[in-house]
């Protein structure tokens, strides 16, 4: 939450910046995306590369440009910010809406392969949480966008779907309480343990969230 709270901080410049001087919001999108996402994904890069190659210099030079990081953890900023350029070139996703759809579908499946041919090379599992900061969400971002852009409520499993996303702040909140739990009883190895451990949290997170959200309205 405390990441959460640090965009608001900022958000009534980004607010401005984006209504009234958007040429400026655009560039500082660029500067986030260069040392957000650019240097992740040169990061990720050396990574693949390190499983064939010798990569030192290749970290040197990204060690170099990480010094010259004005963001600290611009994660959040860059998410925040990508929502803005997404709305305001909301007739491009439309219009492209098929091609940016299957781009989304398909990020998935190539980092979980790029991720697994890390970790068999290694003979190390390469980080769980990798694909947060990388390429390919934000290319799964955009295809959730672009497929849900004509969304319509109209059977149980999109009002499921709604139901999680009136509940995302109980989510957030109640999910360390379950990652803690399968932490303390539950040594998490294999990819199917993960793949249960996952589910586990979010369908317990969402269920505790139905219980949650009616009290911090209240409150």
Known sequence: MQ?????????PLLWYLFNEKYGFYEYLFGVVTAFVLGLRTLGFLRDILSTRFDTEMLSRCIDFLYRLNPIGNGWYVFYF???GIMWHYLDAIKSNRVLLSVLGILSWPAAFGLAYYISVS??????PAFNYGS??????????FALTIQFENRNALTR???????NTLGMYLGHYLFIFLIDHFWNVEKMQERIV???AVCIGSYVLSLVLNPLLKKI
């Open 135 to 144: 390429i390919f969400m934000v290319a799964f971002l955009l295809g959730m």
């Open 3 to 11: 990441n959460l709270l640090a965009v608001y901080l900022v958000y």
């Open 81 to 83: 910010m990508l929502g």
């Open 197 to 199: 451990a996952y589910l």
């Open 122 to 127: 290694t003979g190390a599992t390469y980080d």
């Open 160 to 166: 499921v779907v709604c139901s999680v996303g009136k």
